[in-house]
């Protein structure tokens, strides 16, 4: 857990939400790890593949039940968040499984946090792209 995402890994942002009305997503590709803590207090390891302040994708060795609640724990630079969030319909990737979710229960000082560190990471890819 004491991973964490640095200037050199991967971000884009998806900015068609203003077409949808969903937040806007960014894509980490597995440089953020998330321990997932499941309603029988146990731990699943996983990478967070994409998010957004209303849940993401991660890749995981092996798929979660559709609908179960676990607590999601990741920690981003300085910032360690927490949020309750649903696991949502898997899909086979191609080493392991894709499986997105959905925040159901975040604090609002952590969803505002988790907000303006996805908003940075946007930032520098565009001034990385840029330079």
Known sequence: MSEELNSTAPVEANKDSKLNDRPFRVKLRGSVLVLVRLPNKRS???????????????????????????????????????????????????????????????PDADRETLDGKLKSFVGEAAKSAGA
């Open 44 to 106: 699943v390891r996983a990478a967070i593949h994409q998010l957004s302040t209303s849940g993401g994708v991660i890749h995981l060795e092996k798929p979660l039940d559709e609908k179960l609640e676990v607590e999601l724990i990741f920690h981003i630079r300085e910032a360690t968040l927490r949020g309750k969030a649903q696991m949502l319909f898997p899909m086979w990737a191609t080493q392991g499984w894709m499986q997105p979710f959905r925040f159901v229960d975040m």
